[in-house]
C-alpha cells in the first residue's frame, strides 16, 4: 500500500504564491507517477498537474498553465506545486495522488492523499 501526506495548504491573498508538498511511503514501486488533483464546493474534481517518475511526462490543467509548476523529488518520493499568481478560483481542497502513467503520458491515481485546503481571497 502507499500513503501520501500532503502539506503546505493555507489562505492566501489573491494574486499571491503557495507552494504545496506531498510525500509517498509504503510500497511505492508499482506506481511511476504523481499529480495534484483539486475539488471546489460543487464542482467536479479537476486535473491540476501531474508528472512521471524521473519527472517527464509533465501535464497541466488548461487554468494553471504558466501559473503552476509541479516537480518531483525522486529520491525522496516527494512532489511539490508551486503555485503564483493564485486566484480566489482556485481556492479547492487539493488531493495529491500517485499512480501509474498511461499510454500517451498521463497518470492514473491509484492512491489518494487526505486533502489539504488552499483558500484564495
Known amino acids: 500500500d502507499v500513503q501520501l501526506v500532503e502539506s503546505g495548504g493555507g489562505s492566501v491573498q489573491a494574486g499571491g504564491s503557495l507552494r504545496l508538498s506531498c510525500a509517498a511511503s509504503?510500497?511505492?514501486?508499482?506506481?511511476?507517477?504523481m499529480g495534484w488533483f483539486r475539488q471546489a464546493p460543487g464542482k467536479d474534481s479537476e486535473a491540476v498537474a501531474t508528472i512521471g517518475a524521473g519527472g517527464g511526462s509533465i501535464r497541466y490543467g488548461d487554468s494553471v498553465k504558466r501559473r503552476f509548476t509541479i516537480s518531483l523529488d525522486d529520491a525522496k518520493n516527494t512532489v511539490y506545486l508551486q503555485m503564483h499568481s493564485l486566484k480566489p478560483e482556485d481556492s479547492a481542497m487539493f488531493y495529491c495522488?500517485?499512480?501509474?502513467?498511461?499510454?500517451?503520458?498521463?497518470?492514473?491515481?491509484?492512491?489518494w492523499g487526505q486533502g489539504t485546503q488552499v483558500t484564495v481571497s
Open positions: 509504503g510500497y511505492t514501486y508499482s506506481t511511476n507517477c
Open positions: 495522488s500517485r499512480g501509474k502513467l498511461e499510454f500517451g503520458g498521463s497518470c492514473r491515481p491509484h492512491y
